[in-house]
């Protein structure tokens, strides 16, 4: 089956700690990208990628960070510079820029 | 102002009712419009795809988008149980940025 995996589902850490979150495609898509989403708001682009070894910072880039070594791995890595992380974070992907966005399930960061 | 409005709802109707929901945009350069469907606690799943103004359907669904008002729908007919999730809006202009509403609640009663 195709599709975007994201792990883990829920993740617990303490204030001053990075944590990274996995995200996975099998679709043979290009662009990758990674939101942020909060209760009663939109979600917020964090960075996008959109070839191997090239990613841009989004809306709200600032404590986050991004790799893209291969082309199915996006994951982002959540640092203690972040002053508000614990949110629902979610991985989508795309064929290219400009196409429709697919999500993968979502991980829950709590951070205490 | 925020870019794209949405009523957050939340909407309660009994099955087999017609579900409306809409969202306006202030930015006219918005010519890619989406609807998305999401779970609790699941990741949003795409329903309808649209490029520039007019009517889509797709099964019990259809999409509008009416660019001189800058305002979009998206109507669930015969509608069930199942169908109660958050719908998000989003649209983009001509590049990758896609801008989201913040969603509307709807709970379909049996």
């Known amino acids: 089956d195709g599709g975007i995996t994201q792990s883990p589902k829920y993740l617990f850490r303490k204030e001053g700690q990075n944590v990274t979150l996995s995200c996975e495609q099998n679709?043979?898509?290009?662009?990758m990208y990674w939101y942020r989403q909060d209760p009663g708001q939109g979600l917020r682009l964090i960075y996008y990628?959109?070839?191997?070894?090239?990613?841009q910072k989004g809306d709200i880039a600032e404590g986050y960070s991004v790799s893209r070594e291969k082309k199915e791995s996006f994951p982002l890595t959540v640092t203690s510079a972040q002053k508000n992380p614990t949110a629902f974070y979610l991985c989508?992907?795309?064929?290219?820029?400009?196409?429709?966005?697919?999500f993968g399930p979502g991980t829950r960061l709590t951070v205490t | 102002q925020k870019e794209v409005e949405q009523d957050p709802g939340p909407l309660s109707v009994p099955e087999g009712a017609i579900v409306s929901l809409n969202c306006t945009y202030s930015?006219?350069?918005?010519?890619?419009f989406m609807w998305y469907r999401q779970y609790s606690r699941k990741g949003p799943e795409l329903l309808m795809y649209?490029?520039?103004?007019g009517n889509k359907e797709d099964g019990r669904f259809t999409a509008q988008v009416d660019k001189s008002s800058k305002y979009i729908s998206l109507f669930i007919r015969d509608s069930q149980p199942s169908d109660s999730a958050t719908y998000l809006c989003?649209?983009?202009?001509?590049?990758?940025?896609?801008?989201f509403g913040a969603g509307t609640t709807v709970t379909v009663r049996a």
């Open positions: 989508a992907s795309s064929i290219s820029l400009l196409y429709e966005q697919y």
């Open positions: 679709l043979n898509h290009d662009a």
């Open positions: 990628s959109q070839i191997v070894n090239d990613f």
């Open positions: 930015n006219s350069a918005f010519q890619y």
């Open positions: 649209t490029y520039s103004s």
């Open positions: 989003a649209m983009s202009a001509s590049d990758y940025k896609l801008s």
